[in-house]
């Protein structure tokens, strides 16, 4: 191909990308969705979904069926660190029933019961039992009270054992340090950087190649689909302007409006929610210009084949919604089952996700990311050899 007819191709698939966009800027209500969009997902997704302790004044009956002061010992332990971390809301109850019923009726999600015989079994050398009870309709927040409930009874139990231990030091006269006799090993926990992250850290790299995702391939449709039933599209077969330039001007157009809008969920992530980004902001770019590309060929083929807009629509849909939930954008993959994580692992969107992640918040480089590049231009450039042959054969129909 001559340098003449490469700056032609290229001067006419610029042509009808300006034509694209100075469409879609004349349009209010679009210009008006292309920001509100973004804002309306980082906003939902920053106060919606969990950030940091999940429970929050949650209510929880709390029930001392005990006589001796061990049980007044460890509810008023569980009432003072209660108020110190703001994480229940303690009713008082009478019984176990009393406790199952507040849970049946809505008014408590767990309860913890300190059992008949409480003090009598520490004092005879045995172990004292607390009975928790959690609302097993509600399997997240189960989970999450049980094991937030454990951790904090098992650490009243330390510090007891760790008292029991200094007296009988004291005793032998001998010197030591009892906590370490009843926890001989402690856990120094370190991120890979410096600082700690949200929840909103995971997600918001998830949603900007998300984002992405969504503007290309609703946008694609609109660009080919709409323009083949009003008609449009004929004024540009019978010109002399070749297919591929017509490919590549509706990919620069829906490109320009997808990058736009990943850029603006950095910017609001950064402004809204604190997310700071601890890699290099041009390799953030090039990611997701490159998952751009990845999901440009995938629209093209699916346009190209649907019947009309509302098809392509339809078809588009069916495959955006499945990989939104699978590819890690709001869940980790690895609580995923098996089967799930092999779906993941063919999935474009999977891989932009964890690249943008990758920089965001553990400030990789580009040698960290470079699976995730080869994979993501893989998927582009064998996408786009099936779609540009079937789109030329769709535009001769």
């Known amino acids: 191909m001559s340098s003449v007819r490469i700056r032609r191709e290229l001067s006419h698939s610029l042509w009808i990308a300006w034509k694209d966009l100075l469409e879609f800027r004349r349009n209010r209500m679009g210009l008006v969705m292309l920001a509100l969009m973004p804002v309306f997902m980082m906003v939902m997704t920053g106060f919606i979904f969990p950030s940091g302790n999940v429970l929050n004044r949650v209510p929880v009956a709390l029930v001392n069926l005990d006589e001796g002061l061990e049980g007044l010992n460890i509810v008023s332990q569980l009432e003072t660190i209660n108020e110190e971390s703001g994480l229940m809301e303690l009713l008082s109850a009478d019984s176990f029933d009393e406790t199952k019923r507040m849970i049946f009726n809505g008014e408590a999600v767990g309860g913890i019961v300190v059992p008949e015989g409480f003090s009598s079994a520490l004092s005879n050398g045995e172990q004292g039992t607390i009975i928790v009870f959690t609302d097993q309709s509600n399997p997240q927040i189960s989970a999450t009270l049980s094991t937030v409930l454990e951790e904090i009874i098992d650490g ?138 990845s999901f440009v060929g995938l629209g093209i083929l699916l346009t190209s084949v649907a019947s009309d807009e509302q098809t392509a629509m339809m078809m588009m849909s069916t495959l955006m919604f499945p990989m939104m939930f699978l590819s890690g954008v709001f869940f980790p993959i690895q609580q995923m089952p098996p089967i799930m994580q092999g779906i993941a692992s063919i999935l474009p969107l999977t891989y932009a996700t964890g690249a943008l992640r990758k920089v965001m918040v553990l400030g990789a480089g580009l040698e960290n990311v470079w699976t995730e590049l080869v994979v993501l231009i893989g998927f582009g450039v064998v996408l786009l050899a099936i779609a540009v042959p079937v789109f030329r054969r769709a535009m001769t129909r």
Do not use: C, W
């Open 156 to 293: 009243i139990g330390t510090m007891r054992a760790a008292a029991v231990v200094a007296g009988l030091a004291q005793q032998a006269n001998t010197t030591l340090n009892p906590l370490a006799v009843v926890v001989p090993y402690a856990v120094e926990s370190r991120g890979v950087v410096e600082g700690s992250t949200s929840y909103f850290d995971f997600v918001a790299p998830g949603i900007m190649a998300m984002v992405v995702m969504l503007s290309v391939m609703t946008g694609l449709p609109r660009a080919i689909s709409y323009e083949k039933d009003i008609g449009t599209l004929d004024g540009f077969l019978v010109a002399p302007i070749s297919r591929l330039s017509i490919i590549l001007g509706k990919v620069l157009a829906q490109t320009t409006r997808g990058l736009v809008q990943g850029i603006m969920v950095m910017v609001l992530a950064y402004v809204l929610f604190g997310v700071t980004i601890h890699g290099s902001i041009l390799l953030v770019f090039i990611l997701l210009f490159i998952g751009v590309f």
